[in-house]
Structures are given as C-alpha cells and as structure tokens.
RNA sequence: GGGGCCAUCGUCCAGCGGCUAGGACGCCGCCCUUUCAAGGCGGUAACGCGGGUUCGAUUCCCGCUGGCCCUACCA
C-alpha cells in the first residue's frame, strides 16, 4: 500500500510545538514508509483566521527541517490544499447525503440553539440538539432550503454504536445515543472540520490518520461520515497529547509554545525534535539520542503509547546541550554567530567556539560567556573581588604584577603561559587557584569564565596585559578597608 | 450533566505473568579540575486504592479514586 499522511494545522496563529511532534510522527512514517506526506490548511473558521499564521507554519517547519511532498505551495496531485478553496466540493457533498437522506437541513437560529440548550441544562438534562428541524419534510425542507439561511446537519442514527479500532488506543466503542445532529456545512456555505476532513482525506487518499489525541472524542462522528458516503475509513491513530507542566494540554500560559520562541532561545532544532519525539514514543531500548535520520528508522507506532506527557524545559535544555557538543565546530560557529552582535569579530569569535562549546545549554547563553572577549569598556571588576581571601591588596597588586611580567615575556602558548604562572605562584606563595582567580577577574571581570589560560590567548598580549594594569590600578584606588 | 481516554520514580520513558522494577532529566555526594561547565563514578526516588483470575501479579479482568479531552454554525 502507498503510504500517504497528511498534517492539516489551522491557520489560527502560529506554529505550536504540540502540532510539530504530531508533524514529526506523521513526517517519520512518511518517510520510512517511501510515502508521500502532504500538507493542508484547514481553514474553515473564517473568523479565528490569522493571515500570517501559513507563513509561521512555513517558517517554522522548514526550520525544525520538516519536508513534504504536496501542499499549498508546492501543488499536488489532489490540489487544491487550502479548504477554503475546495467549498464548492463541500457543498455538492453535504447535498449528495441531503438527497440520500443522510442529511438534513436546519433552520434553526443560534438564538433558539441557545435557548434550548439553557433549558436543557436549567433541568439537568443532556445538553443537545433537540433534532427539532430533522421532522421537517423533505420537500417541504427542500423549498425552505432555497430562500432560508440554513445549515446541513447529519442525520446519526438513534442507537446502535460506533467503533474504531485505533492504532494507539485500541479498540474503542462509542453509543449513538450520545452523538448529536453534526453540523456538516455551516449557514455561510463553509463545511465544519467534521465534514472537511473526511472529504478530504479520502479525495486526497490520505492512507493513515495520525492526529492528536484530543480528536478521539469526535472520531465517531467522522466515522458516520464515512458510512453515509459509503468509503471505508482509513486506519486511524491518535497521538498522545503533550501536557503542560500541570497536567493540562500544553497552552501559552505555560511559557513558550510557539516554535519561533525556541528558535529565538537558542534551540537547535534536531534538538527540540529529538526531545519531542521522546514524549510519548521510545524505541524500547535506552538508547535516546538520535538525528532525524535515526528517528526515521526507529520510529514506530507500535510503539507509541497512551498517556500523555508532561512537558519539561530542563530535560529539553539536557538534550540541547547534547547536540550543540555533538555539532562540528564550523557548524556550531555558524549557528552561535546568529546569537552575537553584529560588531563583533567574526573571525575572533570562531576561535572561541572551542571554548564555549562544553559550556553551553542554549545557543542564547553564548554572547554572555564571551563578552569579555569584545568589550573592554565592559570589563571593570571591583577592587574588594580582586582580593582572594586570606590576602591584601597590596599582595594582590604584586601577585597581578608578576602574572602581567609572565604575560609580557612567556612564548605566546597555552603551556608556556601555564608554566609561568604556577612558577609565579609558587615564588609569591600562592595557591594556584588563587592566582589564577584574581587573573580571571582583572582580565574578564567575571568569576565564571571559559578556561583563563586559553582566554588570555584570545584577548591577545597587549588587550590582556592592559586589564591587568587596570586591576592593579583598581586595587590601588580602591577604599581605605580593603588597602 | 453526558461520552471518551489515561494511570510505573518529582518529570520523560522501559517493562508486555516470575526482574534486587531498568535508563534519562533533576537533585545529592565523590573523582577530575585555574572558575564554570563537560566527563566519570555512586546515591535519592515509583508500580494510586480495593477486589478478583493465577502456583505467582507492575503486567490480565472488574470496581473505585484521580487526572485529562470532547460535549459550538472552533479546529
């Protein structure tokens, strides 16, 4: 069989990272099965339409390195992909099951809907449509049709059940009773989802549905769909959902959501995939760190699970810094260049990617660790943190003193700049650490810093002696209780 | 209110009748070490409850409890 899957976000607004790990999964099996995998804009809301949104789903998706075969941009056999340009199709549709009794017109105004619906639950009853314009004679419904505003409704049957077999959840029964009169086609000419995404999928041969889990609970009213029009449904999964912290599907007021906000944290994108395919799908072995072309071979539905997960920032951050130190260092070059300035000194900044490399989480936390590097005005330690403990100023002063003579005369490398000072140390009496510390501070102002031997060798012989001159003369100048 | 789904460490997963219940994140130690990381080693921590079925249940069945989703002329 040709596998054939589709993704169909809602332009509604922009990318959301539960929609990218439904994308992933429908794009592994596409891809491990040599199928086709097709994009679609189910856009039959005009009202919650966002214009920008198609070009956040473009955006976003090219970024994580998402590709499909078909959709609106790229065409396709079973064009056109947006559904707000497919309404006539909808419309002769929802008549064809008006006409074989499938379906039924309804005249009822949103006024009556709600009126009936708050008697409803006023006696605790059931709240549903009272099926109230099902009676209506066909013919009668017919010449009504033609001048009324109206909407199409399914006609479910009064009882018997409806079952699917899901390719996560197993098998799941629903009563009929339970189902109201569907709205199929809406009284401005649009189709619901419930109608669209039916016709579509089997105009569009659409061979598995993959969706998210919250979709299960209306599946029987696609399925009826597909029994009125006579086409065999085709084998259906439902996603796990990705869950905010709390325990509720994962929405804005949990943090960031949209994919552009990772991107703009510093993500690398076969990170966040990695990460997020491990939220409801593992391989069955421990193994867990993988490249798309990994997750290709592995990934299976099989084993997809039921339960929703949770979403954990520091476990996606664990992963992200796996792969920023698994990047070459030209690769990682580029994507850190991205996160500085744009003054600053590419070819300098190249050279400090060995440094930061081990030291980083997200991209974001770069221009931080290396700003030391590009802005002298920036670097100003204060006087009371030159001081190691245990020390005096004046100590201080000499110790900076015989750093900055090693750093004039030693050979220009890591060990001969590592060798003179420790001997420093040693003639002065101090720690190594300590010295090293009070260099760390006079050259970056910082006490967290990459290694202060290789930075020395960054900053260059004369940018670095220069801070060790300002920091003796800070210490100098510095208050009377610290002299 | 109705319908549906789910249930193993705090979190993400493994387990698919017999395991000292495993891995990862986090956290806590130790090692390495010029700070911070990274890395290595070790530790902490879970089968929601009650009934069955079975020689034996985390695993199968039922009930309960809890959580979530849907219940629109939204998707």
Redesign the pocket.
Known sequence: MTVRVRF???P?GSLHIGSVRTTLYNYLFARQSKGTLILRI????Q??FVPEALDSIYDGLGWVGITWDEGPREGGPHGPYVQSERLSLYQERARALVSQGDAYP?????ER?ASV?TQQQTR??????DRNCRTIEPARAAARAASE???IRLKVPEDGTIALDDLV???????L????DQ?LL???G?????L??VVDDHRMRISHVFRG??????T?KHLLVYRAFGWEAPPHAHL??V?G?????LSKRHGATRVEEFRAQGYLPEALLNYLA?????P???E?VFDVARMIELWRI??V????????R??L??FN??HI?ALGPDALFERLAAFAPAHWDRALLRRTVPLVQ????TLAEFPDLVSFLFDDAGVKPAAAQLVPKKREAAETVEALAQAAVVTRFADWS?AAL?GGLRGAADELGWK??DL??AL?LAVTG?????????SILLLGRERALARIERAQEALQEGPPSIR
């Open positions: 169909a976000p809602s509604t189910e856009d039959t809301d009202e919650r309804c005249f009822c105004s949103k809907l619906r605790g009853e059931v709240t549903r449509y505003p109206h909407v959840y197993g098998h799941v029964e629903w009563p009773r339970a189902i109201e709205v809406k009284s401005d649009f189709p619901t989802y419930q669209a995404v889990e919250d979709w299960l609970p209306s029987p796990p959902n869950l912290p709390d325990g509720k599907k491990l939220i409801g799908w593992s069955g072995t421990e867990e099989e084993q699970h039921k339960a929703g997960g949770k979403w954990d520091e476990r951050d664990h810094g796996l130190r081990e030291r980083l989480r890591a590592e190594a650490g090293f510390m760390r910082k006490t967290v810093t990459p290694p202060i031997i290789d």
